[in-house]
Nanobody
Framework: QVQLVESGGGLVQAGDSLRLSCASS????????MGWFRQAPGKEREFVAV????????SYAESVKGRFTISRDNAKNTAYLQMSSLKPEDTAVYYC??????????????WGQGTQVTVSS
């Protein structure tokens, strides 16, 4: 497993942008597919985006397609989630995860502690 730490969350207004980072301490992420998930209060954890190990393949939830961009820099052992045109419904704790390409949390064996994103209207 790999140890992951998210950063970059915060309180923003609707329409603003944020970039989340997910850094690995120690073990390289270069052999893992990386995913971002989010969980709002009272709701289940939901898929946001996934990127394969090389960065050549990505997939997004319909709710964020065209607004969010997932990327990675294996040399820096870091994955990113660029979020633009944020909406109040994007408010959640965002988690990054390392594992196998897919949309299910079950595909991922390593998780970060989460970073809060709050979007005010």
């Amino acid at each position: 497993q790999v140890q992951l730490v998210e950063s970059g969350g915060g309180l923003v207004q609707a329409g603003d942008s944020l970039r989340l980072s997910c850094a690995s301490s120690g073990r390289s992420i270069s052999t893992y597919d990386m995913g971002w998930f989010r969980q709002a209060p009272g709701k289940e954890r939901e898929f946001v985006a996934v990127i394969n190990w090389s960065g050549g393949s990505t997939s997004y939830a319909e709710s964020v397609k065209g607004r969010f961009t997932i990327s990675r820099d294996n040399a820096k052992n870091t994955a990113y989630l660029q979020m633009s045109s944020l909406k109040p419904e994007d408010t959640a704790v965002y988690y990054c995860a390392a594992g196998a390409y897919g949309r299910s949390p079950a595909n991922f064996g390593s998780w970060g502690q989460g970073t809060q994103v709050t979007v005010s209207s």
